[in-house]
Every structure is written in C-alpha cells, then in structure tokens.
C-alpha cells in the first residue's frame, strides 16, 4: 500500500460485510425492542391495568419498568429516543452494506452516538438493578445490542487510526475484536445472576 492509500484510509473509510451485517442486525433488535416497549407503553397509559407480555414474575416484570421514572428519563419515553438511533445505525449499516465510505468525522459521530448509548444502557441497568429491582426482556435485547454495536464500531474507529490508540491495542482489536463485547456482556450477566441469585435458584 502507498502512502497515500494509507493516508485515505486513515481519513476515509467503509467497513466489511461483517461490521455492516452487524450494524443492520443490532440496529434491528434495538429497533424491534423499542418498537415493542414503545406499544405496551402506549396499551399500559389507555389503560393502567394492561399487563405486558413479558411481565412474567416479580423479577422479570417490564410493566414495573415502564411505570418508573427512569423510563422516561429524558423527559419522554426513552424507546422513542430508541426509535430514532437504532433507525440511524440500520441507515448506516445499509449504505455500508451498498460500498458507502464514511470520513473521519463521520465515523467518530456514530462512535460518539455509541458511546452516549452505551452509557445511558449502563445507567438504566444500574437503575433496573439496583432502584427498579426488575428487569424487562426487551431493555435486556437492546442493551445487548447497544454494548455489541459500540465495541465493535470503537474496535474499527481504533483499528483505522480514527481514534489515537497505542500500536498494540490497534493490534488486539485487529485480533481479539469479540473479546471486549464478550467481557461486557458477561458483566452484565453476572450482575444479573447475583443480584436474583436466591429467586433464580429457588
């Protein structure tokens, strides 16, 4: 490669079928899962005694979460911020999948997007942990959806030189991409575990 490929690399770039599939199909399942929350919202303020579907026990109850302050965090229901971001990244993950190369800027707005996402998922599970003391099953799939889409975009951000990093960690995430999501992710789960560890193994 010239210098000067090197230098358009590093100022543009498009991404891999597998970084795009991956945009498309989180995008989706956060998409799908505010798309859900949004309508059992809207059945649970027609009428207060609408229990959602995936109210199953006092642990996993999304009507306790929905009924919450931290449901509407903003000011308005938080899917309906949902609605619009994941909508986003599934327009990004399409035109990557068409041959669209983003520039710098561009990539750095969808990893600064990423990031206010992954901190606001992170919140909402301290808050459904911890406050709420219930879980709802859609906020859990676009959590899950949320952490995998910021790692692997922050993984390509750094890998292209898009974002200052050290030449080892542009190397870990050109090898070991899955590991961070995966450690993420298994946090989460065993904050879960423990915090319901005598309601799961009663």
């Known amino acids: 490669m010239t210098a000067a490929a090197g230098q358009r690399t590093r ?3 498009g991404s891999g079928r597998g970084l795009a599939l991956l945009l498309v199909i989180t995008g989706a399942a956060g998409l799908l899962a505010s798309w859900v929350i949004t309508l ?3 059945k649970l303020l027609e009428d207060p005694d609408f229990t959602p ?3 199953l026990n006092p642990v996993v109850s999304c009507g ?3 009924e919450s302050d931290q449901a509407e965090a903003l000011g308005f229901p938080n899917p309906m911020l949902g609605l619009v971001a994941y909508g986003i990244v599934i327009c990004v993950g399409m035109s990557l999948l068409a041959g669209a190369a983003f520039p710098r800027w561009y990539w750095l707005t969808l990893g600064a997007g990423c990031l206010f996402g992954v901190g606001f998922v992170s919140w909402l599970q301290f808050e459904s942990l911890y406050r709420i003391n219930a ?3 859609w906020c859990c799939l676009a959590w899950i959806a949320t952490i995998l889409m910021f790692w692997y975009v922050t993984s390509f951000a750094v890998r292209h030189e898009f974002l200052p990093a050290p030449e080892w960690l542009r190397a870990f995430f050109g090898e070991f991409a899955w ?4 450690l993420h992710l298994g946090i989460v789960g065993m904050l879960i575990l423990t915090r ?3 309601f799961w193994t009663s």
């Open 196 to 198: 319901w560890w005598d």
């Open 64 to 66: 306790s979460v929905m």
């Open 135 to 137: 879980l709802c099953l």
């Open 40 to 42: 059992d919202k809207v």
């Open 179 to 182: 590991v961070p999501p995966l």
């Open 11 to 13: 100022t543009a770039a």
């Open 53 to 55: 579907g995936c109210s």
